[in-house]
């Protein structure tokens, strides 16, 4: 058989190289884009790639290539693919695997490892690590290292089974560098379907019964409520319609931003961190909490107790014990699970009008008020259905995320939870790659920007319509207003900033010095007809 041959995935058995019965088995499972660097040990994969006719894009740095998987993942719904080398190609990809762990985004690693015949104790082979797989097990879901050429297409087949089943999370496939090219009979492993996780319809009927007698209900909706790469919205148009009946109103993690309306008079968007939401959850006899940790990087304190019963919608069975025990466990797919409330719901009649929105409009205010104007030039300048990424920057979290609304299709993706830096240009450019017919849009402060700046060079060779909106304040500003509330000097957070356009023109992008917000709409306008990326440069009044 020739190394361009796929291997059928009819044929029982074959005799086939580790590499290309890999590439087969991600073909198999409709893999056409993988994101990563070659290196002098995965060399047998990437030749697979390129005859298989599989989209290679390579960033400038492995961290960028995890990034990207995620982004890419989460805007088509599909696995995002890494390919690293081993060793140090590994590990820094590692902070983005962690990363999507946390943020529940479905990205498999690929990587050669030591080979197997490899002395435990070491004998200073290249990139050789203790134990590679075990290292990286420690920040995904599953890690795994196969010891033959037959069981790579199984390991592949069960990677997609656990992002198919529950909570989809990053998985890793180490494969020592001797099977790459070395020949071994194989089966390939035919993807499975998994169908969504249905709900008990004991628990929906009791938490349907708490929901109809409820005098103040209050929903939170997480990540878990979108699904892309179907009718994304369908659970947050279902979780609108039940609050309509029965008078709740609705708040959002940062995970669920844009999961439903937020000019809907019933949302308050993606508010759930701020104290006067705090306080009107914490006052609610009765809270609807769907595909949603409710954890401290949710809600940004640490002893929140809700009074009201707790209603608990999760297809991962842990979130039932958590932090917040649930008085009603749904274990279910969200839209399924949502759909079987409504019913139950209209069933009994119930129709009630919301008890008064919470004062929240002065904190809102206060939180954004440095950056409304530009957020609004940039809300101006974007199309509904924009996929808005931002970074761990203080004009994302305490800016768009609440002070940008966002409508369906409109998607907002940021690296919460883990809470990493320089997510947000390599996520941009993986969710530009799995969405081209969608406009995206970068937003990151400056510090959070220079971890992954050379990306750049990535989107300028993808030739991608991107807008990367830089905010300048000179260094980790919110370290510095934290390192003041603890009275002390601000030490180490001050950066010298460096010549964005300079830096743009370098690598062959534009740039754009932007001062006022009808400049910068007019500058994300015009980036948005030119066929490279714009970085757009914004100096920041603290």
């Known amino acids: ?160 089974g656990l992002f198919a089943e529950g909570r989809p999370r990053p998985a890793h496939i180490e494969i020592p560098a001797d099977l790459l090219d070395a020949e071994g009979e194989v089966k390939l492993a035919a993807p499975y379907r998994i169908m969504p996780r249905a709900p008990d319809p004991a628990a929906l009927d009791e938490a349907a019964r708490l929901l109809c007698a409820a005098g103040r209900p209050g929903f939170v909706l997480g990540g878990g409520v979108h699904r892309p790469g179907e009718d994304g919205a369908a659970a947050g148009r279902t979780a609108v319609s039940l609050a309509e009946r029965i008078g709740a109103h609705v708040v959002t993690t940062v995970n669920g931003k844009g999961a439903v309306p937020e000019s809907h008079p019933l949302v308050l968007g993606a508010t759930l961190h701020l104290e006067s939401i705090r306080r009107w959850l914490a006052a609610c006899d009765v809270v609807l909490a769907v595909g949603t940790e409710l954890g401290p990087a949710d809600l ?93 920057s203080m004009i994302v979290y305490h800016g768009a995320l609440v002070g940008m609304p966002m409508d369906p299709p409109g998607r907002f993706l940021f690296p919460t939870g883990y809470g990493t830096l320089g997510f947000a240009l390599p996520a941009g450019i993986g969710a530009k790659i799995g969405r081209p017919d969608r406009t995206v849009a970068v937003l990151a402060g400056d510090g959070a920007f220079q971890f992954s700046l050379q990306e750049l060079a990535t989107a300028v060779e993808l030739r991608l319509c991107l807008p990367i909106v830089v905010s300048v304040n000179g260094g980790f500003g919110e370290i510095r207003d934290e390192m003041r509330r603890r009275g002390m000097r601000p030490v180490a957070v001050d950066l010298h900033a460096p010549d964005f356009l300079a830096l743009a023109e370098a690598y062959g992008a534009r740039g754009v010095d932007v001062k006022t917000p009808g400049e910068l709409e007019d500058a994300v306008a015009e980036a948005l007809g030119v066929p490279l990326p714009t970085l757009i440069v914004v100096p920041e009044d603290e």
């Open 300 to 392: 940004w304190e640490e002893a929140f107790q809700l009074t009201g019963t707790l209603i608990r919608v999760d297809v991962d069975p842990a979130q039932m014990h958590g932090d917040h025990v649930a008085d009603v466990a749904v274990v279910a797919d969200a839209a399924a699970a949502l759909e079987g409330l409504a019913e139950r719901v209209e069933r009994a009649g119930v129709v009630r009008s919301s008890q008064g929105e919470p004062d929240h409009r002065p904190e809102l205010e206060e939180l954004t008020g440095r950056w409304a104007g530009h957020l609004e030039a940039l809300r101006r300048a974007l199309p509904q259905d924009a996929i808005l990424v931002g970074d761990n």
């Open 1 to 160: 058989m020739a190394s361009h041959d796929l291997i059928p995935a009819t044929e029982p058995i074959t005799t086939s190289t580790g590499a290309r019965a890999l590439v087969a088995a991600l073909r198999l499972h409709e893999v056409d884009t993988v994101f990563g660097i070659p290196g002098t040990h995965n060399l047998a994969i990437y030749q697979e790639l390129d005859e298989a006719g599989i989209r290679c894009v390579t960033p400038r740095h492995e961290q960028g290539a995890g990034y990207a998987a995620d982004g890419y993942a989460r805007v088509t719904g599909r696995p995002g693919v890494v390919v690293t080398t081993t060793g140090p190609g590994v590990v820094n990809a590692a902070t983005a695997l962690a990363q999507a762990y946390s943020d529940s985004s479905p990205v498999l690693l690929v990587s050669p490892g030591v080979p197997t015949c490899h002395p435990r104790e070491g004998r200073g082979y290249l990139h050789e690590s203790k134990d590679q797989s075990q290292a990286i097990g420690a920040l995904c879901a599953w890690s795994h290292r196969v010891t033959s050429v037959r069981e790579i297409p199984a390991a592949v087949a069960r990677a997609f």
